[in-house]
């Protein structure tokens, strides 16, 4: 049967960088090889300047992006915490029900969908939550908020409660800054800006999060004791704890090799601009961003389904006759919204171009 | 820097097969794509197939093995729950530990390292555990043990007990009936005998498990309600989870392609004359075998180290000088044993030759 060879413009997977793809053909080692081990180590420095973090622990935890929220709430929640939770789409629910399963008293602060999250009522929620968590960017609705500004907020009023970031779309194409910005627990995925294929969460722990953290988790394959020992390592070198999966971190170790060469800045302009050409291109075709003005990420754009247009059906044509894959909105915005990713490797104008003139085709505009 | 072409002999990752390879560099699709969901449901018929289950939630988890475990239990034990776990090596020992974050009361019945489970102490330790736990092929001692018995006994005794298998090491190099032995939950890893990097752990789930299952249990990301409404779909269609690691179930496919096209009997078959191959040769070259004869896997030999022979200088000159990964011992044979992986791809007697021939030049035998 042929392989499709799809334009994948949805809300993740993008198409990896091509560094990416060739990092996954390479040998594969084993995790406890010392050439590995070297290639762990790199990753992980290359990771601690995607985040800007000095945290020694920052590494790949070996799952998707959601394993990321699971290992920040898991490593942290004592039942009975009162977490704080910023709710301005989907992923701001998942943070809720995630850590409710670990006992949390969660506080959900509800915000209409598209818009950014409102530091003043984060805060005013509760006087002193154990943990206050937020989404950087917003995979559901192409929102991106001010994690810096909700940093200095909730440590300037207490030096106790943790910062929880959901960074899965904005690693690799928006800056992430995280020491500056006191993010305390921050996780990723590899399928977005960072290019590589899916399957590990790029993750960050801070010094103070390690001091606060559950020492002995209910989950063992996200227990940062075990991890640590494994990634660290200690007086008696590298502790096994599971096996590593090698390839991907080969893939994620070239990926992040062209991003710190291109260097975070200009990649991060790079999606800007790709983003500002699809969404100025979107509003010239007469159709309405879904995100709040001013507050809308250039890796990931949301966009009304006209009146009276199929949504599914309009997806399917961009799918069979353009092999691009769009993403359809989330939740009550299902059918109602579009989601199109300029992300990593698809971060560039041609790409823009292409999606426009294909929609434009699709929609007779 | 020049990349390193190890021979894995070790105990996993292995050499993956070169279809696995191919597959990984097949274009990535999106996780809703409807080409993306037939290689998904291909790759779960291929698995059911390896297993030898007719199980409807029979998959990959987007983890490794060990993750694997995790979910086991994860989505059975409740606390208070008694579960029987035979130790025979460190992943029986990791089971007990896994079983008691979930508020399991385990007892745990140890057998020396290097011997099977055995079936009758197991069943005396408990009269009526919620569950009983074991590991088919222990990785840590390569000791081969009778499931089908234990799981004829345990169902012959109560309905209700349910039955999980570590096949991590089995599935793809012995065959695995889970089906006709009574597993209820088994799970396996991708880089041992199934030819593939690390990254997914296969997993199968009983009629029997799903009736008996924790509805809502702690771990968001291995939550099988939700992943079973992305695996098997409904209604709506499928359920968005988490983002599927795309590329990483393309190899899975492709090696499962192969295994099944060669047939999972003849596959066996050639685990079993590498393994008798190179046991062959280690004894005549006057080594000692560890595991308990009649109870070894071909797919992983444990040998003891000489004495007066410095374990980790070995192992360095072989991967040095020859390429070639061989394993450590365990725990407290970590200096005494080393292991020897014969798994998937390196099922081949040039293989075993390989490594003898190096172990004879490294010991001057």
Redesign the interface.
Known sequence: MA????T?L?P??S??YPEA?LG????????L?P?FISVLDRVCDRLRTVWGTANPLTMPL??????G??AAF?NTVRPGDTVVIAVNGLFGR?MS??AA??GAEVVAVEHAFGEPVDVQRVLDAHPSPAIVAAVHAETSTGVLSDIGALGAAVHERSEETLLVADCVTSLGGTEVAADDWGIDIGYS?T?KCLGV???LAPFTFSERAWRRRVE??????IDLGLLGAYVRGGPGGRA?????????IAALDAALERITAEGTAEVAARHRAAGARLQDGLEDMGLELFAAKGHRLPQLTSVKVPDGVDSAKVRGRL?DEYGI?IGAG?AEYASTVWRIGLMGHNARPDRAELVLAALREVLGR
């Open positions: 392989l499709s060879d799809r994948l949805g993740g997977p198409n990896p793809v996954l053909s390479a040998p594969i080692l084993g995790h090889d050439e070996s799952g998707t992006g959601s394993l929220m699971e898991a998942r029900e995630v399963r670990y995925g399928q294929p899916p399957g002995t988790p209910p989950v063992w394959y096994y704890h599971h096996t590593a999966p090698v390839g991907m799918l894959e989330v």
